[in-house]
């Protein structure tokens, strides 16, 4: 087990034998695969954690902006921002995510400033200098985990990336998991080196806060975490009879 980190995979769903043999490869492919098969139930879980627009507005004020939510998922993040920003483009890998995306936020009646195109942090179509704001919650974390042999590459170019499409006043905001069923912060060890690395070299300010997700009871919460993050948080969850999941999350913010 020594190659999995907790919460980036459920390896139940694996067979035994791919698994030993791929243990990397099916690591990632296994949240992809919930990326693009499972979006409805993950949009569930996380619709249960409290929302950040106070939060972001208190790094960035971002009425009127041209904003860029990078890995935007099912738009826990654009389903905020999209109400006050002049303008939001919604990048991911996976199309199924933007699709519930799209819905979401036609479903608001937000008048159609958004738009979601299928890309890779590491090339965004996007033109250089166009952009105020970026916000990028639990996802650049995919490719600059220790287990990625590429981390620290791929990190430069993502930064790089960001720097080139941001305006000369611009903003990063980066929200990352510092640990699921821990009450105060306990990052998982293969994102300490992305996190240390961001304060370090990158010069980017950290805090960190509590983003529990609040479920209606003890089954609705194990129900919908084990899927996404497997068998060691359920036990925690039934030991512990909760219904609340504790969760921090952590902030780090950057001015160009
Ligand atoms: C944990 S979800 C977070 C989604 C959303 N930002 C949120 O806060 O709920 C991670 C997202 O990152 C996307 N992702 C992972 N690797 C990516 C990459 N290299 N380029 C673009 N998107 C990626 C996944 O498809 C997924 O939608």
């Known amino acids: 087990?020594?190659?999995?980190?907790d919460g980036f995979v459920n390896t139940e769903t694996l067979p035994e034998i791919m698994y030993k043999k791929q243990k990397r490869v099916i690591l990632m492919a296994t949240h992809e695969q919930i990326y693009q098969n499972q979006s409805d139930t993950y949009e569930f879980m996380i619709s249960?954690?409290?929302e950040l627009s106070e939060l972001i507005k208190k790094i960035r004020p971002y009425k009127d902006l041209n904003i860029l939510d990078l890995g935007a998922g099912s738009g826990r993040l654009a389903s905020v921002l999209a109400k006050d920003?002049?303008?939001l483009i919604c990048t991911d890998l996976s199309s199924s995510m933007l699709e519930i995306l799209d819905n979401k936020l036609t479903e608001q009646g937000i008048a159609r400033?958004?738009?979601t195109v299928v890309a890779d942090h590491r090339k965004l179509p996007i033109a250089d200098q166009s952009i105020d704001l970026v916000v990028s919650g639990w996802s650049i974390c995919y490719l600059t985990n220790i287990k990625n042999e590429k981390w620290n590459e791929n990190l430069r170019l993502i930064i790089s990336e960001l720097n080139r499409v941001l305006r000369p006043n611009g903003t990063i905001i980066i929200f990352e998991t510092m640990g699921t069923g821990t009450e105060t912060p306990n990052p998982p060890e293969f994102l300490r080196d992305y996190y240390k690395a961001l304060e370090d070299d990158l010069?980017?300010?950290h805090d960190w806060i509590r983003l529990d997700y609040k479920f209606r009871d003890v089954e609705?919460?194990?129900k919908y975490t084990e899927f996404f993050f497997g068998e060691e948080l359920?036990?925690?969850?039934?030991d512990n009879q909760w219904s609340t999941v504790p969760e921090c999350a952590g902030i780090w913010w950057r001015n160009l």
């Open 220 to 222: 609705e919460a194990r």
């Open 85 to 87: 920003a002049k303008s």
């Open 113 to 115: 400033n958004w738009t």
């Open 203 to 205: 010069g980017f300010h």
């Open 1 to 5: 087990m020594d190659l999995i980190p």
């Open 48 to 50: 249960k954690q409290p």
């Open 234 to 238: 359920v036990q925690k969850i039934i």
